[in-house]
């Protein structure tokens, strides 16, 4: 017997639905939801969830605060305004507020050239400057921009004068020219 074209289409279609049916038992069927047993056998043991009440408490009466100022400036530095009471009071007294005493540092002391200047020269007309520095027994010839005694730069060399600075403070000093020790 032969099958026309319709028949087979309804065979394979029904033989799709059996298998289809198939696997929706054997996959999707056999589940525990089915029973309606969601959890693993055994005793129940409820989760360690903490009470939220008490923190929700005090959040609460944290945001209900209101900021009430005090007068003083948060964002300056030093003692608080005097109340009004306390202002009437100082007047009434005449003696002046005391104020906090701050330390002032103590500026460092200007540098000193320990050699003694006792003369300068230039050997080409129109050459740099060099002055004479004595050190005790030895004599230094410098120019401006040099540096002796590792911390002291020399600045300028004038007619009477030598000028120079300390390159750790910054700080200027100047020394006069003084005549050389006759021996």
Not at 27 to 35: E, I, N
Not at 60 to 88: C, D, H, L, M, W
Not at 128 to 141: K, Q, V, W
Request: charged share 20%.
């Amino acid at each position: 017997m032969a099958l026309n074209k319709q028949q087979k289409e309804r065979v394979v279609l029904a033989v799709l639905l059996v298998v289809a049916a198939l696997v929706w038992f054997f996959y999707f069927g056999k589940s525990d939801t089915a029973s309606g047993n969601l959890a693993k056998p055994g005793a129940y043991t409820p989760i360690a969830a903490e009470d939220y009440t008490i923190i929700f408490k005090e959040m609460g009466e944290s945001q209900s605060t209101v900021y009430k100022s005090s007068g003083r400036n948060i964002f300056i530095a030093g003692p608080a305004a005097a109340a009004p009471a306390e202002v009437a009071q100082a007047k009434a007294t005449k003696a002046p507020p005391l104020l906090p005493t701050v330390p002032v540092p103590v500026p460092p002391p200007p540098p000193v050239l320990s050699m003694k200047f006792f003369g300068y020269g230039s050997l080409p007309t129109n050459g740099p400057r060099r002055a004479f520095l004595l050190d005790g027994e030895e004599i230094h010839i410098v120019e401006e921009g040099d540096t002796v005694q590792n911390h002291i730069r020399i600045t300028h060399i004038g007619n009477d004068r030598i000028e120079y600075e300390d390159t750790l403070t910054g700080k200027k000093n100047s020394n006069n020219l003084e005549l050389p020790p006759q021996g």
